[in-house]
């Protein structure tokens, strides 16, 4: 059994930070690709960031140099650091991550969304 646990959401004013947790727990060998998405009201689903067990991370153009996203890999655990927010950035945020259960079995997983409401 797998979880991935989101924190970090909540009001903010336009401009202002914010940063968001979100970490695997459970029977993980190991994880590839984690990363960040995003469902605002009316819209569909949009990935946001991600990075590999590498490092190497992509940012959707809208909040490149703006938004950060790292990893702790001994603590199974990826973040989103967001500042400059804007309220077109409210949203629903959710963590994927590509796990590896065992040498055979890989999977994504979702975290249950935390919500981010940047205020004008």
């Known amino acids: 059994q797998v979880q991935l646990v989101e924190s970090g959401g909540g009001l903010v004013q336009a401009g202002g930070s914010l940063r968001l947790s979100c970490a695997a727990s459970?029977?993980?060998?190991?994880?590839?690709?984690m990363g960040w998405y995003r469902q605002a009201p009316g819209k569909q689903r949009e990935l946001v960031a991600v990075?590999?067990?590498?490092?190497?991370?992509n940012l959707v153009d809208s909040v490149k140099g703006r938004f950060t996203i790292s990893r702790d890999n001994a603590k199974n655990t990826v973040y989103l650091q967001m500042n400059s927010l804007k309220p077109e950035d409210t949203a629903v945020y959710y963590c994927?991550?590509?796990?590896?259960?065992?040498?055979?079995?890989?999977?994504?997983?979702w975290g249950q969304g935390t919500r981010v409401t940047v205020s004008s």
């Open positions: 459970g029977s993980i060998f190991s994880i590839n690709v």
């Open positions: 990075i590999n067990s590498g490092g190497s991370t």
């Open positions: 994927k991550a590509q796990i590896r259960t065992s040498l055979i079995y890989s999977t994504d997983y």
